[in-house]
């Protein structure tokens, strides 16, 4: 068991707190937020303190952390504060939830995988991962650092998948694909093959868009 500080105090961060309040052995002790951003000393009854300065009240050789943002800007954002907590000294936990399935997966820190994942045998999964609900990552696969998951995804056997990935609900990947760094994969798109990075795919059968001057992710 492991007393934990949390990132953030939006939905994301509550819904950690349940899931580990609920559905594993941690405890939640206090939140962390960046200080231009903390406007609140107190959240879900426990106290809220500044990023910046957590490991002076929280000692990392005493609490770890649990940083289960979104994956706005192409994960980016959790990255960074993944990497900081990291420089601070924080061990970073990961919450698997008890109703996904795996087969003894390798599966790295900060991740974040709720209820009604499988992940089939010899599948690996990297640091800063979520998988969000009901996914099904199949099997022999790789799946690097700094990925996001929606809802609902089919990631066929024998695929790689690099940091910095996201992908929409609903979207299917055939097998033996490369989905290359920083590939933005839209809701119900059906991948057949391999990407190039950074790209954006949508439809069936995907294909890539270029990106809207005024959109940035």
């Known amino acids: 068991m492991a007393k934990v500080i949390i990132f953030g105090v ?11 309040t609920h559905d594993s052995e941690h405890e939640v002790v206090a939140f ?35 940083a289960p943002m979104t994956g706005r ?31 003894n997966n390798q599966i790295g820190e900060n991740c974040f995988i709720l209820e009604d994942n499988t992940i089939q045998p010899f599948t690996t999964i990297g640091n800063n991962v979520v998988l969000w609900s009901g996914n099904h ?27 910095y990935s996201f992908f929409g609900v609903n979207s299917t990947i055939r097998d033996y694909l490369h989905i290359a760094e920083g590939t933005l994969v839209g809701m119900a798109a059906a991948v057949i093959k391999s990407t190039e990075a950074w790209g954006v795919y949508m439809g069936n059968p995907a294909e890539k868009r270029p990106i809207p001057s005024h959109k940035v992710y």
Do not use: W
């Open 10 to 20: 939006l939905d994301t961060a509550e819904l950690a707190h349940f899931y580990l």
């Open 32 to 66: 962390a937020l960046n200080r231009e951003y903390l406007k609140e000393t107190e959240f879900k009854g426990l106290p809220v303190v500044a990023f910046e300065d957590v490991e002076t009240v929280y000692p990392p050789q005493e609490f770890k952390f649990f």
């Open 73 to 103: 800007k192409m994960n980016k954002n959790r990255e960074k504060i993944y990497l900081e907590a990291k420089a601070k000294g924080y061990e970073c936990i990961s919450y698997i939830s008890s109703k996904a399935t795996l087969f």
């Open 137 to 163: 990552i199949g099997h022999h696969g790789e799946i690097k650092d700094h990925v996001f998951f929606t809802s609902h995804v089919v990631l066929s056997g024998h695929c790689v998948v690099d940091s």
